[in-house]
């Protein structure tokens, strides 16, 4: 399964992103999708889920700015980021837990990380 991340890059204070995250290969189903992030010298974290159910979960630091969304014919993920702060600055990395095709449990894969930052 691979992971393609895109959408990171530089920002002003206030300003918005949005991040795509797109799986391919052998994929029968894909339940789980997430989004977590690095900052610089910190350990990686997580920002929000959202599960086959449309179910989302949010960091509390991100609640109200960020939206986690799914497209699940194209096995696509996205994060839209509104009201950006310097302190959400980090590598932003995809997450998917998928049942691969043939067999009958989930296995979670992670994307390569895009870049983030905020500042003026």
């Known amino acids: 399964v691979q992971l393609q991340a895109s959408g990171g890059g530089l920002v002003q204070p206030g300003g918005s992103l949005r991040l795509s995250c797109a799986a391919s290969g052998s994929i029968a189903n894909i339940n789980t999708m997430g989004w977590y992030r690095q900052p610089p010298g910190k350990e990686r974290e997580l920002v929000a889920t959202i599960s086959t159910g449309d179910i989302t979960e949010y960091a509390d630091s991100v609640k109200g700015r960020f939206t986690i969304s799914r497209d699940n014919a194209k096995n696509t993920q996205y994060l839209r980021m509104d009201s950006l702060k310097p302190e959400d600055t980090a590598v932003y990395f995809c997450?998917?837990?998928?049942?691969?095709?043939?067999?009958?449990?989930?296995?979670?894969?992670w994307g390569q990380g895009t870049q983030v930052t905020v500042s003026s």
């Open positions: 997450n998917v837990r998928v049942r691969l095709t043939g067999t009958s449990t989930y296995r979670a894969f």
